[in-house]
């Protein structure tokens, strides 16, 4: 079927559709762009978005880079990232509902950039910026950008093995489903949709993520749980995608961790100085800032930038710009660890400085909690990369999740909208590619489990832990390629394991969320360093769990924990240190205890990845790297170079993978050609644009002459002129981005005043199963499912039927949320005042110390005008 014909088979005038560029959608221009709103405003919320979703307002992402640079000019960059921003603005107001093509078309204000808007949705889509995480997404057809033939003979339904049930491995299978849904009409070339089946060794979801069940007290209906692996998320701010999975998605309640806790020392008990504290956390920091002149540069990647000014004030640029950017265009050793080199520091500075044993026991505390972080011993950090992934925090409070733990994202990662094929107690000894299968038909992959079982394949994303892939456990045929493998033994993996105790009552600050303890020495003489080495870092650091868990529970950390230790031990060790802490205190038994052992469960062999003495940043990259025709992909945090040994850079991998085994199958992004559509063309005579000049002299000419030559000097000064002012407002606004960052304050986001939409977010979930048994009844499908229309219909009749009495906390809530929008706001204009007046006070400066003066050209050109009497 020709192009032509398939418009025809639609019902569609070709004249009706030409401005769209796959023409298989009806596009309105602006039609998702609020006229009620200033393109400033609209501006700001678009490049706020941005910000949330990780990526940079005002230039391009590498993979927008490499996806554009052929079919755009730099001109062009600004109207994408505008159409981008918008996008990506519309998912930030509703993470339950998946924008479509159209509302992304129609982020456009102009028919000709429909095309920038398609690419700008396949990127955001494919890559897991907008429509990700638990949400609801209806299969869409004419979806795919171009028309696809039927074939008389459809290929046989693909199978695709996602290994491990943790965060990645969800993440990956939940993010492919949705794909497959939002290309539903690619699919019409196979039996089936893509069968996507997860094989989980454990009995259970989440991998490093679990949250135990306490026992229960007698009386109590509820279930406490304690995470006993991942446990903070860092921060919901900057992109972090759990915020949008936890708060906007699932509502789950956080706990923020106060920024600092008491810390006590060990050896004269009790807790020490604020003085000490901070002499001891400025020492170390200037030893980690010493010894980071030895840090490895990171390599930037190539991309562009838009017009900073045009897209905060919201406007796309005049005219057409030029060639496209890829036209313009067209033209490690072993490496001293981390610790031996913050210990040559810390002999340094005694040398310049007494140093008591307390002074070593608090600076050997900040030692355990940089090991912490890593999970191992600094000793076994690389120098140059252990902190290779530094820059990309998240911004915000860390938090903890309350009420059911964390556990509770891989759960839902599972069970919405509709339950995962995930596969428990199948553990995989084998993965086999069989490189001699060329026909279509024929699956690629054997996946041999521990029980004898096989399973074909046609893909496999193996999200096993680094611990798994540096033992061998699982065996590769053909064997992985060397490089990969090389960074599989470069990485390290960190063993962390956790202490957690539940008594019957607090005898600590339980408004403190983190107890530390400097503790002492090993052995031998307390003023040499090395005595410190083993004892550091157990129970160096103690969470106090009461508002979490809701029960009273201390949890604490040993990364040194070895097998060879009984728990009778290990016990005994922690009550010995609340011992030292509370000197005054008589510390009970505790009424129930739980150890971890993740350094000898074979689904892990350890916690998280950390940069060895020969790894780097590049080590990261290779994990994450497709290999056999790229049709075996990786996934895990440790295959996460930007967010490594995090439960968030688990589940971005995920995306990540999903995009690699979809583009796999459906191939990469196919752009408009052009991309931007020419600026149609009057059937008027040409007219250029004409420039209002000053009166002339007299006699300068009269009648129709044309103007003299020193009037197009004049004319040509002038254009100079402006051209210099508007890139020196721009490099201002950039060095002010530079100077103060994105510290505008957000406009808060509104809490809801519909007493009935609170009511809804409350009773979807039960109302829905409601209508969903009622529809199965009706219909006699037991997998049938209610329309939205139904489940609003049956919301709308249970809250018309609620008594007053029953609505009336529902109204107390509207009151307080309309008594916290006032707080807010007003907290938002202060803020918004001050940022203004140190945005105007810099400008004012650098205009002050930067002045635009004339090149000469310019000068050259407003002397002829002068030369000729003109001005």
Request: hydrophobic share 35%; net charge neutral; with cysteine.
């Amino acid at each position: 079927m020709t192009r032509s014909e398939y418009i025809a088979s639609l019902g569609i005038l070709p004249e009706l559709v030409t401005s769209v560029p796959y023409n298989r959608l009806e596009y309105y221009a602006k039609s998702s762009i609020p006229n009620n709103k200033p393109p400033e405003e609209f501006a700001r919320d678009g490049i706020a978005a941005a910000i949330a979703s990780r990526l940079p307002p005002f230039a391009l992402h590498p993979i927008e880079y490499n996806v554009l640079k052929d079919g755009v000019n730099h001109l062009h960059v600004t109207t994408y990232l505008n159409i981008r921003n918008a996008i990506l603005q519309l998912w930030r107001m509703n993470h339950h509902v998946s924008v479509t093509r159209t509302e992304a078309a129609g982020c456009a204000r102009d028919p000709r950039f429909f095309g920038l808007a398609e690419a700008a949705f396949e990127i955001l889509v494919r890559h897991g910026y907008i429509n990700f995480g638990v949400i609801d997404i209806p299969r869409c057809r004419n979806n795919f950008p171009y028309p696809l033939p039927i074939p008389e003979v459809r290929r046989p339904r693909l199978r695709i093995l996602v290994l491990g049930a943790g965060v990645a491995g969800l993440g990956c299978a939940r993010q492919l489903d949705g794909l497959f849904k939002q290309y539903d009409d690619f699919l019409t070339g196979y039996e089936d949709a893509p069968e996507i089946i997860v094989l989980e060794g454990r009995q259970r979801l989440g991998g490093r993520v679990y949250s135990a069940p306490l026992k229960k007290d007698p009386g109590d209906e509820r279930i406490h749980k304690v995470d006993l692996g991942g446990q903070i998320v860092t921060g919901f701010g900057n992109g972090n995608p759990m915020s949008v999975i936890i708060r906007k998605q699932l509502g789950i309640a956080c706990h923020e961790l106060k920024d600092a806790g008491e810390l006590f020392d060990e050896v004269p008990g009790g807790p020490v100085s604020a003085s000490l504290d901070r002499r001891a956390e400025r020492l170390f920091n200037d030893m980690l800032d010493r010894v980071s002149v030895y840090r490895a540069k990171p390599i930037p990647q190539h991309t562009v930038e838009g017009d900073v000014s045009l897209i905060t004030a919201g406007k796309d640029p005049v005219g057409d710009g030029g060639r496209t950017i890829a036209r313009m265009e067209a033209n490690a050793d072993n490496s001293p660890s981390l610790g031996a080199t913050l210990d040559g520091q810390l002999e340094l500075v005694r040398r310049l400085t007494d140093l008591t044993d307390q002074d070593l026991r608090l600076l050997n505390w900040h030692y355990a909690n940089l090991e912490y972080a890593n999970a191992t011993a600094v000793h076994n950090l690389s120098l140059g990369s252990w902190d290779q992934d530094d820059g990309n925090e998240f911004s915000g409070k860390h938090t903890m999740v309350k009420d059911g733990g964390y556990m509770q994202v891989p759960r839902a990662l599972y069970l919405y909208p509709s339950k995962l094929d995930v596969r428990f107690r199948n553990i995989v000894s084998e993965v086999a590619y069989d490189t001699t299968a060329g026909d279509e038909s024929r699956k690629k992959y054997t996946v041999t489990l521990a029980s004898g079982e096989r399973i074909s394949a046609d893909r496999v994303v193996c999200t096993a832990p680094l611990g798994v892939l540096k033992a061998g456990s699982i065996a590769f045929k053909p064997e992985l390629p060397v490089h990969k493998l090389k960074s599989i033994q470069n990485l390290g993996f960190g063993v962390l394991n956790k202490v957690v105790l539940v008594y019957d009552h607090c005898f600590w600050d339980t408004e403190s969320d983190l107890i530390g303890v400097a503790r002492d020495r090993n052995s031998g003489d307390p003023l040499d360093q090395n005595s410190y080495v083993a004892s550091r870092g157990r129970f160096y650091m103690f969470w106090n769990c009461l508002k979490v868990v809701g029960k009273p529970c201390l949890g604490k950390f040993l990364f040194c924990f070895t097998s060879l230790q009984s728990e009778e031990v290990v016990l005994r060790d922690a009550h010995h240190v609340l011992s030292r802490m509370y000197p005054t205190t008589v510390i009970p038994h505790p009424t129930e205890t739980i150890i971890t052992h993740w350094h000898m469960d074979p689904m892990s062999l350890g916690s998280y990845s950390f940069v060895g003495p020969n790894a780097t940043g590049k080590d990261y990259d290779n994990l994450a790297e497709p290999t056999c025709d790229d049709t075996l992909f990786f996934a895990g945090e440790a295959t996460s170079r930007t967010h490594p040994a995090t439960v968030h850079g688990a589940y971005l991998s995920g995306l990540r993978a999903a995009e690699e085994v979809f583009r796999s199958i459906a191939g990469g992004i196919t752009l408009a050609s052009p991309l931007v559509k020419p600026r149609p063309k009057p059937n008027l005579p040409l007219q250029t644009e004409t420039v209002t000049f000053p009166p002339p002299p007299k006699s300068a000419y009269v009648g129709d002459t044309p103007p003299p030559e020193g009037m197009q000097h004049l004319a040509r000064s002038r254009q100079l002129r402006d051209a210099r002012i508007a890139k020196h407002n721009t490099e201002c606004t950039r060095a002010l981005s530079r100077a103060i960052g994105h510290e505008e304050p957000l406009k808060p986001e509104k809490m809801q005043l519909n007493p009935f939409i609170i009511f809804q977010k409350v009773q979807w979930e039960n109302v829905r199963a409601e209508a969903d048994n009622k529809r199965r009844a009706a219909l006699g499908d037991p997998i049938a499912k209610a329309t939205m229309a139904d489940i609003r219909g049956l919301l709308s009749q249970r809250w018309r039927n609620l008594s007053e009495e029953e609505k009336k906390p529902i109204i107390e809530e509207t009151n307080r949320n309309r008594l916290e929008n006032e707080r807010r706001m007003k907290e938002y204009k202060e803020r918004l005042a001050a940022y203004e007046l140190k945005a105007k006070n810099f400008k004012e400066e650098w205009l002050k110390n930067n002045v635009s003066e004339p090149d000469e050209e310019e000068k050259r050109e407003m002397e002829l005008a002068k030369s000729a009497g003109v001005i």
